[in-house]
């Protein structure tokens, strides 16, 4: 069985993706500090899969770790997942970002060379795009000034990765480009862990339908869109994960020395209050929200062109936003029960 190394294998995506991994036919090892995420994930992970798999607390930016690591296990490609994901918190600490971002990256990539793993998926994010000028955005869409420092570390991470194979290496790599990961795994042992305030719409909702927030603000209604609320693209974290499985199948096909990038999305946007709506259809429960000032730093409007994925890696998003948000709200319901 193909060993992949999942760097923040226990966060939200990076667990997500073990479980598609495993159902692949692969066998995913994690390592992650435990920074932003919690050891019940690997317990939730044993309860779907029947299975421990391998994990090694420790950090990203600790070369010998690493070593040891690559020393220990023969790896036939890397996921890329660890990283600082706050971008509020970014722009109040942006060398913790920096330096988290950008040496986890540069220290698996040299330990990669070391070891002679060439394969590699990295996660990227919409966030590099910016306010795009055309709509759905393509991968070819020029991106823009980052809005915070943790969309540039994203950003100078994609440089890294397409210089890294200018210089002629025989890496194989892909930057997946998520745009808005909702949903958990259908069976609610793992999902969105918020280590306080949720940063995110969904997480946000969900436990304020369970009480743990007083009420949801949206922030601004006077925006350019059908209701004035901001436009998303929301993916289901199922298909993000498969996104990964797709995209190291592809890599493993190439010619060596081989970049480049996708979007993950849905091709579909939704406002906010849509996805409010969606939420109390599902959940049957009515929401406390109000309507608060815009939020500095917001995008408008974003969704994506699915077009290049969905033809080269054949890849279609398959969740609706519907079993989105009911996923969400059975593992926030999961979670209540096991408080
Ligand atoms: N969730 C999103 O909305 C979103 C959108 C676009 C891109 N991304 C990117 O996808 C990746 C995964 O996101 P997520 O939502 O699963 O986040 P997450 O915080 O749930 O998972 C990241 C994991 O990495 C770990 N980690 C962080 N730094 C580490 C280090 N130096 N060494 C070892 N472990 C470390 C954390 O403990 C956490 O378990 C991140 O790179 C993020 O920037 C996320």
């Known amino acids: 069985m193909k060993k992949i190394l999942i760097t923040g294998g226990a966060g939200y995506i ?49 070369r010998e770790l690493l070593q040891r690591i690559f020393k220990e296990n023969q790896f036939e490609g890397v996921i890329h997942f660890a ?23 540069i ?3 040299e330990t990669m060379a070391a070891f002679g793993v060439r394969d590699l998926v990295f996660s990227s994010s919409c966030t590099v795009y910016g306010q795009p000028d055309e709509l759905p955005v393509k991968e070819s869409t020029p991106r823009k000034e980052a809005e915070s420092p943790y969309g540039n570390t994203k950003k100078i ?22 745009f808005n990961p909702v949903g958990a795994h259908p069976s609610g042992e793992i999902g969105e862990l918020p280590l306080g305030v949720p940063n995110n719409l969904v997480p946000f909702i969900t436990q304020t339908a369970a009480g743990i927030r007083e009420k949801l603000t949206v ?16 993916i289901h974290v199922m298909d993000l994960a498969d996104a990964h499985v797709k995209a190291l199948e592809y890599l493993f096909k190439q010619k060596e020395n081989f970049y480049d990038l996708f979007n993950v999305g849905t091709g579909k946007g939704n406002t906010v209050l849509e996805v409010i709506q ?19 730093g917001d995008i408008e409007k974003v969704w994506a062109n699915t077009d290049k994925i969905n033809t080269v890696l054949g890849w279609h998003a398959k969740y609706s936003l519907e079993d989105s ?15």
């Open 219 to 234: 922030f601004g209604n006077d925006y350019a869109t059908s209701d004035g609320s901001c436009v998303r693209d929301y």
């Open 83 to 105: 990283a600082y994901k706050a971008v509020g918190e970014s722009t109040q600490f942006p060398l913790k970002y920096y330096s988290n971002n950008l040496f986890s990256l």
């Open 14 to 62: 990076g667990s997500h993706t073990a479980v598609a991994l495993v159902v692949a036919g692969f066998e995913p090892v994690i390592v992650d500090n435990f920074s932003n995420s919690d050891h019940s994930a690997l317990n939730g992970l044993k309860r779907i899969l029947g299975k421990e798999l391998l994990c090694y607390e420790g950090d990203c930016n600790d």
């Open 278 to 296: 969606t939420f109390e259809k599902v959940s049957g429960r009515p929401l406390n929200y109000q309507i608060g000032p815009r939020r500095p």
């Open 157 to 178: 991470c994609e440089d890294i990765l397409r210089d890294y194979i200018k210089s002629g290496v025989n890496s194989r790599i892909i930057s997946l480009r998520y």
């Open 325 to 339: 948000l009911r996923d969400s709200w059975n593992w926030q319901q999961k979670l209540g029960e096991k408080e």
């Open 107 to 109: 220290v698996l990539l």
